[in-house]
């Protein structure tokens, strides 16, 4: 998170709330989430797709050659 471009903690409100300390008047707030598990779930994804096609190429390849 950021206030005014600095940069401040976040800290935990309650068991699944953030919370921000912002003095009065007005500012510019950031924040910003990254999601590692999604971005894992999408290489797990692309890596078994890879594998799937592979073993598939070759299960295909088999059955071509005993015909």
């Known amino acids: ?10 800290k935990l409100a309650k068991t699944a709330f953030m919370e921000l300390v912002i003095p009065k ?4 707030i950031e924040l ?3 999601n590692t598990y999604f ?6 994804t692309v890596v078994a797709f890879a594998v799937f096609l592979v073993f598939t190429v070759k299960l295909k ?3 071509n050659k005993k015909l």
Do not use: E, S
């Open 25 to 28: 008047g007005n500012h510019h």
């Open 1 to 10: 998170a950021k206030i005014d471009g600095k940069q401040t903690d976040i």
């Open 39 to 44: 971005l894992l779930g999408i290489v797990v």
């Open 32 to 34: 910003r989430y990254t």
């Open 61 to 63: 390849r088999r059955i």
